[in-house]
């Protein structure tokens, strides 16, 4: 089963730009078909792919993209930290492990309870 690359997007605001940038492992087909839209163009202090951002930018991203990589947009408002080789997610807002899966330790399970004129919320851990 061949899965698809990921293409995360996150979005650079300042007073100079405002850019959403593409961030994606090294992938044939990603290089060749940002080749072919000269809208995305390289940007050497992100280091990155980037696009003007808009109303529509995800969408047409999602659009371009579908039929050979995801688009993961759950840390398009974060902060970039740094600039490597690891996408690092950081600063205003803090994420870790952006690239691990996250390993389940346990449930919660919240129910409510009655005892006398009190209501509570009892909340269990297995």
Known sequence: ???????YLNHLKSDKEDIS??????NKLIAERI???NWIAWNSFHKAYCVKSGPRTI??????????AVI?????????????????????TYFTGV???????????????KKGSLRLIVIKYH
């Open 1 to 7: 089963m061949n899965l698809k690359p990921i293409i």
């Open 21 to 26: 940038a593409l961030f994606f492992k090294d």
């Open 35 to 37: 080749s072919q839209n």
């Open 59 to 68: 969408a047409l991203i999602t659009d371009l993209f579908e039929d050979i």
């Open 72 to 92: 993961n947009t759950n840390y398009y408002e974060a902060k970039l930290k740094g600039h490597t080789d690891e996408i690092t997610i950081g600063d205003a």
């Open 99 to 113: 690239l691990e899966l996250a390993q389940k330790i346990g449930k919660i399970t919240l129910f409510p309870y």
